[in-house]
């Protein structure tokens, strides 16, 4: 199989149709049928988003997507933490693609 294959299949097995059938327990989601955010063909493969700043304490995103925003309480160590809920760039094919493309290339 070569690299392409390798990847799609990667891509195909961390669809959420697929993995939720295969895997129910890796995900209270699947168990719940509940996915995390709402789009028509969500992968997991990148459940954590390599592009959150875990550098900080408050978190932040290294590619400074507008889809991000802060969410504020007075009860965080630094009163504010970066929040994802609406962003759903680590869970699109094509940046599931383009990752591992590029580690692939790398290796
Ligand atoms: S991306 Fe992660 S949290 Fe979301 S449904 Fe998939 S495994 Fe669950
Ligand atoms: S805003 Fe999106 S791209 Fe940025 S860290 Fe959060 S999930 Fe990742």
Redesign the pocket.
């Known amino acids: 199989m070569n690299l392409k294959n390798h990847i799609s299949q990667i891509i195909s097995e961390f669809s ?1 149709k697929v ?1 939720s059938k295969k895997h129910p327990d ?5 168990q719940q049928n509940k ?3 709402k789009m028509d063909d ?1 992968n ?1 493969f990148l ?1 954590y988003c390599p592009f959150y700043d875990t550098s900080k304490e408050e978190g932040g995103c290294k590619r400074n997507c507008k889809d991000g925003k802060w969410f504020y309480s007075e009860k965080l160590p630094k009163g504010k933490i970066w929040d994802c809920s609406d962003c759903t760039y680590p ?1 699109e094919k094509a940046t599931v693609k383009g990752i591992l493309e590029e580690f692939f290339n790398n290796k």
């Open positions: 959420y993995r890796a995900c209270i989601c699947y996915p995390c955010h969500l997991c459940c869970h």
